[in-house]
DNA sequence: CGTTTTTGCCTTTTT
DNA sequence: GGCAAAAACG
């Protein structure tokens, strides 16, 4: 059975506001093997629409079946259909289902992607309505903190008290919310930098808006403005997207769900799908309150459960839902699976880090012996320096592995610097592309010239570019400055005149040619240069795929990365749980269930019961991406900086119901501790013995001595509260001060051992 | 001005 | 133990 072909010309953009009448047909064959619940979701067209589906439920496949039936059926043409996904990899998959489904035809689905480049998009259009040219930069997070180090300069501020980092996150927070500097509340506006919050956060903008650049949270936020700006504006695009789809509805932030409801107020279909349950993006402003209110928010919403479980067998269903079952202020869901019982959840305790990451490479030998593909298997870290442990022993054994979402090809040095360049090209404004590359390769632009553009820059209001362009026609600079200046904005622009009527990988190439910037690498004789020409030439061919250097820009800085085609060899996957949301394997390896690393530390700090939450949640979605096996396992110990610090199992192993959970002791190793809690007494002293201090270690310990005292309190084991700078006892180590209390974990000067670092547990007060 | 050495901070997760 | 920024050096 094939689908009615759809005219063509409703692909377009423009098409008409009105699809053709509906011509219904009998059983169409996409609905075929979907289960009654999700052809329900499918069916349910008009109106709100919430489908809250559990883990392995089915969740893309009723997307993009949806997608189809909307086409199918005449609702819309398929550029009325606004599709939004969170990641670009879950726009990717969905794209390629879509097309699989109905074919061609989903390639007028333009508007399918994540919200950051579908509001990039509309931005675009609309850009002079915020004060923007069409043609802004986007600024990455690296560029956003370089910029927000030269404002914190020019108020004057510490660096070091108020560090730009800190107020990056505190804008983004904002932004995540919807906040302009002028709706901050009054608490808001003062909680950084003794009440200089909101000031800086409109400097921020302010300055911006002269490099004609926008940030990731400005690509939402921005819009909104516009929408509540310009009735006619939003009006227009209310009319186009007659449905709208939303993955991981709880992943939304509050300007996304504003965003949302403001686009589908009209017609009121929207349909978000969900699961309460795999909310892992607390920290960047995501709310599940979005996703729990949204039957308040749209009234006369069909609410649709999906509980059939196609993925996981009997055991790691049932340890995963007893686990989430711990949280309060679900939406609750009774996941079932017609599957057999399969394995049981193992959980696995070994003596230290190293240990794990062989005896895990082991497992997974032994299964590639049974038969097992590499490629079935992945590892699944709460961290991303977690994988090392696992890459060296991989290394060392010769076992094909891939780390996904490792340093990404954007980041690297090259690549920002010749992107610097193509950014200076096309938007001489862009003053951190400039700065970056003035003297990149050397030409003698030193600090000190910069300096006088900024000054210069500063004093006119006006770009450091549009300053050099100035300050060559005039005496300031040294002769050999000005002459080196002039020809930089001269080489600029001939190169942005070229860019009419060059293709743009051409011109791309004469820009890193006639720079000098190829020639700068092909000059270095370090290991790496080879490798960075390499990475150079496949930025110019990744270019090839796009229509103008522009749309390369923009891919790039909402992308973020480049296809890679390794993904048909057989390889052991290493990724973060993050990373890990919406893959299934049939083998997951969960290692580091231990306090302290999973559970955060720094979530369980910062965010109390709602961190703790939403560390379990990250423990169900990793639970759920098993397919048959699943191996949680935790250390005794572990080296973090280059010291021992010991662990006790993480208490989402406790959470683990009984029944389906089989634990393995190693033996041997502990001389038959109680099955049960294997490593509930593993807290043993002779695991802190740091025999050589590195020199880090020791700075570490000289440091600490003037910390302030307030919300340092550890406790010991009778319970009483420790203050730095107290005198202790240790069984081993002897007496000694505390110069430092970190959680648990205190630093002590001993009298006779020197500097240690130690669990509360083990000392008491002298 | 550019290179080498020392220091600080670090390890949560990402559009 | 590693990486980026600051500081010290040539």
Same mark, same amino acid.
């Given at each position: 059975?094939?689908?009615?072909?759809?005219?063509?010309?409703?692909?377009?953009?423009?098409?008409?506001?009105?699809?053709?009448? +509906?011509?219904?047909?009998?059983?169409?064959?996409?609905?075929?093997?979907?289960?009654?619940?999700?052809?329900?979701?499918?069916?349910?067209?008009?109106?709100?629409? &919430?489908?809250?589906?559990?883990?392995?439920?089915?969740?893309?496949?009723?997307?993009? !079946?949806?997608?189809?039936?909307?086409?199918?059926?005449?609702?819309? @043409?398929?550029?009325?259909?606004?599709?939004?996904?969170?990641?670009?990899?879950?726009?990717?998959?969905?794209?390629?289902?879509?097309?699989? &489904?109905?074919?061609?035809?989903?390639?007028?689905? #333009?508007?399918?992607?994540?919200? %950051?480049?579908?509001?990039?998009?509309?931005?675009?259009?609309?850009?002079?309505?915020?004060?923007?040219?069409?043609?802004? !930069?986007?600024?990455?997070?690296?560029?956003?903190?370089?910029?927000?180090?030269?404002?914190?300069?020019?108020?004057?501020?510490?660096?070091?008290?108020?560090?730009?980092?800190?107020?990056?996150?505190?804008?983004?927070?904002?932004?995540?919310?919807?906040?302009?500097?002028?709706?901050?509340? +009054?608490?808001?506006?003062?909680?950084?930098?003794?009440?200089?919050?909101?000031?800086?956060?409109?400097?921020?903008?302010?300055?911006?808006?002269?490099?004609?650049?926008?940030?990731?949270?400005?690509?939402?936020?921005?819009?909104? !403005?516009?929408?509540?700006?310009?009735?006619?504006?939003?009006?227009?695009?209310?009319?186009?997207?007659?449905?709208?789809?939303?993955?991981?509805?709880?992943?939304?932030?509050?300007?996304?769900?504003?965003?949302?409801?403001?686009?589908?107020?009209?017609?009121?279909?929207?349909?978000?799908?969900?699961?309460?349950?795999?909310?892992?993006?607390? @920290?960047?402003?995501?709310?599940?309150?979005?996703?729990?209110?949204?039957?308040?928010?749209?009234?006369?919403?069909?609410?649709?459960?999906?509980?059939?479980?196609?993925? +996981?067998?009997?055991?790691?269903?049932?340890?995963?839902?007893?686990?989430?079952?711990?949280?309060?202020?679900?939406?609750?869901?009774?996941?079932?699976?017609?599957?057999?019982?399969?394995?049981?959840?193992?959980?696995?305790?070994? @003596?230290?880090?190293?240990?794990?990451?062989?005896?895990?490479?082991?497992?997974?030998?032994? *299964?590639?012996?049974?038969?097992?593909?590499?490629?079935?298997?992945?590892?699944?870290?709460?961290?991303? %320096?977690?994988?090392?442990?696992?890459? /060296?022993?991989?290394?060392? !054994?010769?076992?094909?592995?891939?780390?996904?979402?490792?340093?990404?090809?954007?980041?690297?040095?090259?690549?920002?610097?010749?992107?610097?360049?193509?950014?200076?090209? *096309?938007?001489?404004?862009?003053?951190?592309?400039?700065?970056?590359?003035?003297?990149?390769?050397?030409?003698? &632009?030193?600090?000190?010239?910069?300096?006088?553009?900024?000054?210069?820059?500063?004093?006119?209001?006006?770009?450091?570019? %549009?300053?050099?362009?100035?300050?060559?026609?005039?005496?300031?600079?040294?002769?050999?400055?000005?002459?080196?200046?002039?020809?930089?904005?001269?080489?600029?622009?001939?190169?942005?005149?070229?860019?009419?009527?060059?293709?743009?990988?051409?011109?791309?190439?004469?820009?890193?040619?006639?720079? =000098?910037?190829?020639?700068?690498?092909?000059?270095?004789?370090?290991?790496?240069?080879?490798?960075?020409?390499?990475?150079?030439?496949?930025?110019?061919?990744?270019?090839?795929?796009?229509?103008?250097?522009?749309?390369?820009?923009?891919?790039?800085?909402?992308? *973020?990365?480049?296809?890679? =085609?390794?993904?048909?060899?057989? *390889?052991?996957?290493?990724?973060?749980?993050?990373?890990? $949301?919406?893959?299934?394997?049939?083998?997951?390896?969960?290692?580091?269930?231990?306090?302290?690393?999973?559970? #955060?530390?720094?979530?369980?700090? /910062?965010?109390?019961?709602?961190?703790?939450?939403?560390?379990?949640?990250?423990?169900?979605?990793?639970?759920?991406?098993?397919?048959?096996?699943?191996?949680?396992?935790?250390?005794?110990?572990?080296?973090?900086?280059?010291?021992?610090?010991?662990?006790?199992?993480?208490?989402?192993?406790?959470?683990?119901?009984?029944?389906?959970?089989?634990?393995?002791?190693?033996? =041997?190793?502990?001389?038959? #501790?109680?099955?049960? $809690?294997?490593?509930?007494?593993?807290?043993?002293?002779?695991?802190?013995?740091?025999?050589?201090? #590195?020199?880090?270690?020791?700075?570490?310990?000289?440091?600490?001595?003037?910390?302030?005292?307030?919300?340092?309190?550890?406790?010991?084991?009778?319970?009483?509260?420790?203050?730095?700078?107290?005198?202790?006892?240790?069984?081993?180590?002897?007496?000694?001060?505390?110069?430092?209390?970190?959680?648990?974990?205190?630093?002590?000067?001993?009298?006779?051992? =020197?500097?240690?670092?130690?669990?509360?547990?083990?000392?008491?007060?002298?």
């Amino acid at each position: 059975m094939s689908i009615d072909p759809f005219d063509p010309a409703g692909w377009d953009d423009d098409g008409p506001a009105v699809p053709a009448p +509906s011509a219904p047909a009998a059983q169409p064959f996409y609905l075929d093997g979907l289960n009654p619940e999700q052809r329900a979701a499918v069916e349910a067209t008009d109106g709100p629409v &919430l489908v809250l589906a559990g883990a392995g439920t089915g969740k893309t496949r009723v997307l993009t !079946t949806r997608i189809a039936h909307l086409l199918h059926q005449n609702k819309a @043409w398929p550029g009325q259909i606004l599709a939004v996904t969170f990641t670009n990899k879950a726009a990717r998959e969905m794209q390629q289902r879509v097309a699989a &489904l109905i074919g061609g035809v989903a390639e007028g689905m #333009s508007w399918l992607g994540t919200f %950051h480049s579908i509001a990039a998009r509309i931005l675009r259009r609309h850009a002079e309505l915020v004060g923007l040219q069409p043609n802004f !930069t986007i600024l990455d997070a690296d560029d956003q903190i370089r910029l927000m180090k030269q404002i914190l300069a020019a108020e004057g501020m510490d660096e070091k008290r108020f560090p730009a980092r800190s107020l990056a996150t505190l804008i983004d927070r904002w932004k995540n919310r919807a906040l302009t500097p002028d709706r901050l509340g +009054s608490e808001d506006a003062h909680s950084f930098a003794d009440g200089k919050g909101k000031q800086l956060y409109a400097a921020y903008q302010e300055r911006l808006k002269t490099l004609n650049a926008a940030d990731f949270g400005d690509l939402l936020l921005h819009v909104i !403005t516009i929408f509540q700006n310009h009735a006619d504006v939003l009006e227009d695009w209310q009319r186009r997207f007659k449905y709208i789809l939303v993955d991981e509805y709880q992943d939304t932030n509050v300007a996304q769900y504003l965003w949302l409801r403001l686009l589908a107020r009209k017609w009121r279909n929207l349909c978000c799908v969900g699961d309460d349950d795999q909310s892992i993006y607390g @920290w960047r402003g995501a709310e599940v309150g979005n996703i729990l209110r949204f039957e308040q928010d749209f009234p006369g919403a069909t609410v649709i459960r999906l509980e059939r479980n196609y993925r +996981s067998t009997g055991h790691i269903l049932a340890a995963a839902s007893g686990l989430i079952a711990a949280n309060e202020g679900r939406l609750g869901k009774t996941l079932w699976t017609e599957d057999e019982m399969g394995e049981k959840v193992r959980v696995v305790g070994y @003596w230290d880090g190293e240990e794990e990451a062989r005896a895990t490479a082991d497992l997974i030998e032994g *299964m590639r012996g049974r038969g097992r593909r590499l490629s079935e298997m992945a590892i699944l870290v709460r961290a991303g %320096h977690q994988t090392r442990a696992f890459e /060296e022993r991989f290394v060392a !054994t010769g076992l094909p592995y891939r780390v996904i979402g490792g340093p990404r090809f954007y980041e690297r040095q090259e690549i920002r610097d010749a992107m610097a360049y193509f950014r200076v090209v *096309m938007q001489p404004d862009d003053d951190l592309a400039f700065e970056r590359i003035v003297n990149v390769p050397k030409r003698g &632009l030193g600090d000190t010239t910069v300096q006088q553009l900024h000054v210069m820059a500063r004093a006119r209001g006006i770009s450091l570019h %549009h300053a050099a362009s100035l300050i060559v026609e005039t005496d300031e600079l040294k002769p050999k400055a000005r002459a080196t200046l002039r020809d930089l904005i001269g080489n600029f622009a001939r190169w942005r005149a070229a860019a009419r009527d060059l293709p743009h990988t051409e011109l791309a190439e004469t820009v890193l040619d006639e720079s =000098g910037y190829t020639a700068m690498w092909q000059a270095d004789k370090s290991a790496e240069a080879p490798g960075r020409l390499d990475n150079l030439k496949e930025l110019v061919d990744a270019m090839a795929g796009f229509e103008s250097l522009s749309a390369f820009l923009d891919h790039v800085a909402l992308v *973020m990365e480049i296809e890679r =085609g390794d993904a048909d060899q057989d *390889m052991v996957t290493l990724m973060t749980l993050h990373g890990a $949301k919406g893959l299934e394997f049939p083998v997951v390896f969960l290692p580091g269930w231990e306090e302290g690393l999973f559970p #955060s530390q720094r979530s369980l700090d /910062e965010n109390g019961l709602s961190g703790l939450e939403e560390e379990r949640r990250l423990a169900y979605v990793g639970l759920t991406r098993a397919r048959e096996t699943a191996i949680v396992s935790h250390a005794a110990n572990r080296r973090i900086y280059n010291q021992w610090q010991s662990a006790i199992p993480s208490r989402f192993i406790d959470e683990l119901p009984r029944d389906h959970v089989q634990i393995e002791a190693q033996p =041997g190793l502990w001389g038959g #501790s109680a099955p049960e $809690k294997p490593f509930g007494t593993a807290l043993r002293e002779d695991t802190f013995g740091t025999r050589g201090l #590195s020199p880090g270690f020791q700075r570490a310990a000289a440091r600490t001595i003037d910390l302030p005292v307030e919300r340092m309190v550890a406790t010991d084991n009778t319970g009483d509260d420790f203050v730095t700078g107290e005198r202790v006892f240790h069984q081993k180590f002897g007496h000694g001060r505390i110069t430092r209390i970190d959680g648990n974990k205190l630093d002590i000067t001993f009298d006779k051992a =020197g500097a240690k670092k130690v669990i509360a547990a083990f000392v008491t007060k002298a």
